[in-house]
């Protein structure tokens, strides 16, 4: 018998809390307890009551000899990968963007699906449908409000299929927000898309020099109106992109927001460092963001923010790039294993053909993504959060240079922090199981 590897411990409101990110059990323990489990005390184990001694074990802070924690990590992972019935599809209809942001590093903006093309996608879609059970859709861009009516008209046909089939069906889409309006957002809820992604680059000074519209114009207070507007029907996964220039200006972003937005209780932030991935070029470099973001969210959390978790845990994968039958899709049709590979031809894996089926066109590529394998990363094997996130994001990863601690979750940093988020109030409680269940 011993202690888990993954025992995170902390004091909160003068309680004693044991997270466990193998098994996710939260426990509030006593002051023996927690200094058993803080001291790995093994000899101390035999002086609990059998009742306190099962409860450890039953939340994985305490492990029999014969489980090998890092084997059951590593099969569940696998599971994961390598689970055909499991489909994840980010869809570019369009690379068309009614916004020229300084730092998009899209080169060629031009080019939406055609209806052929959409027939296609379809067809695929109805392929694959009898033999998943989970399907997990992220609409993407370009701006993917620019074709909404048909996003609509596939989604409605996906929901109703997913139901009849009881196949797992998640919806996201990530917008600039500029287009939505009360009649998207009511079609959003009857469509199951229950996530938007909007993107807020500072305060209205900042934001406007770097997220302006195509033929120039402010876009700040548009977005500000349908964030606001969206939390009646959805959660909003409020993004900012950081980088040397913006980066002071986060504290009065989070001063403007909390004065302006009405239901922060679904609003959930998150940081992302500017990132051209074929150029090399990283914010940050050298691990730097993981470091700040720490801070980031401790400005965010003083006025109420929640910032979000990163939703590997669930998924038992890093993300669609690490997963077999996961896939980019462009206009074009070509398929890609990482959304910043789009517009970059030469990363393509593959392409939908006219039946409606997936022809891999580089073996190589797709064999690059799979070959990825946190379990060969010493860095990896040793780290606490490994099982709430799976692995590098390998484009950060490989963007730095391979340096230890880049293409890491944040939670490695904020685990801790983002714990005593979700202690403040039950329905946060609720919200921080359902984001790390299994
Ligand atoms: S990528 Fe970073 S946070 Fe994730 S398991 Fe590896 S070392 Fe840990
Ligand atoms: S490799 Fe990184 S950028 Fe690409 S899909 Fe994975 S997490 Fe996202």
């Known amino acids: 018998m011993g202690f888990s590897n ?74 994961r990968k390598y689970d055909t019935a499991a489909a994840g599809l980010g869809i570019l209809l369009t690379k068309s963007c009614n916004f020229a942001c300084t730092y998009c590093f899209e080169q060629d903006r031009k080019g939406s699906m055609t209806q052929e093309s959409f027939a296609r996608l379809s067809m695929l879609l109805k392929n ?37 089939r009881s196949i797992n069906y998640i919806a996201t889409i990530t917008t600039n927000g500029y287009l939505l309006n009360e009649r998207i957002l009511e079609k959003l809820v009857l469509l199951g898309i229950k996530q938007l992604q909007i993107t807020l680059d500072g305060p209205k000074e900042i934001h406007d020099k770097r997220r302006m519209l195509a033929g120039g114009g402010p876009t700040f207070d548009t977005i500000l109106q349908a964030i606001n507007l969206a939390t009646s029907y959805v959660n909003v996964n ?5 980088d040397d220039y913006n980066i002071n200006s986060f504290q009065s972003l989070i001063d403007i927001l909390d004065v302006s937005i009405l239901k922060k209780d679904k609003i959930k932030l998150f940081c992302r460092p500017v990132v051209d991935c074929i150029k090399g070029n990283l914010a940050f470099a050298g691990g730097g963001f993981a470091k700040v973001e720490a801070d980031l969210m401790k400005i965010g959390n003083r006025k109420g923010f929640m910032f979000s978790f990163h939703p590997n845990a669930r998924f038992g994968l890093r993300c669609l790039y690490y997963q077999c039958n996961s896939y980019y899709v462009d206009p074009g049709l070509n398929l890609f294993k990482c959304p910043e590979h789009l517009n970059h031809p030469w990363r393509a894996v593959g392409v939908i053909d006219e ?36 692995g590098k994001c390998a484009l950060l ?6 340096q230890k601690g880049t293409g890491c979750i944040p939670e490695k940093r904020t685990l801790e922090g983002k714990i005593r988020q979700a202690l403040t109030s039950q329905d946060r409680l609720q919200e921080f199981v359902e984001d790390i269940q299994t």
């Not at 409020?238 to 950081?242: H, I």
């Not at 990863?397 to 391979?402: A, D, N, R």
């Open 6 to 79: 993954y025992n995170i411990l902390l004091k909160h409101g003068g309680k004693n809390i044991v997270f466990n990110t193998r098994t996710k059990s939260l426990l509030e323990v006593s002051e023996e307890i927690f200094d058993l489990i803080r001291t790995k005390d093994v000899n101390a184990l035999q002086n609990l009551s059998v009742r306190n001694l099962n409860l450890l074990k039953e939340s994985g802070n305490v492990v029999n000899d014969n489980i090998n924690e890092l084997e059951y990590i590593r099969v569940l992972h696998n599971l």
């Open 238 to 242: 409020l993004r900012v992109n950081l």
């Open 128 to 164: 694959m449908l009898p033999t998943l059970h989970s399907l997990n859709i992220r609409w993407t861009g370009g701006e993917p409000l620019l074709m909404w009516e048909e996003i609509a008209d596939i989604s409605d046909f996906l929901r109703m299929e997913c139901e009849k």
């Open 397 to 402: 990863y490989e963007t730095s240079g391979k």
């Open 355 to 390: 039946t409606g089926r997936i022809i891999m066109t580089n073996q190589t590529n797709y064999l690059e993504s799979m070959r990825q394998d946190p379990f060969n990363l010493a860095e990896c094997r040793n780290c606490r959060v490994l099982p709430l996130c799976y």
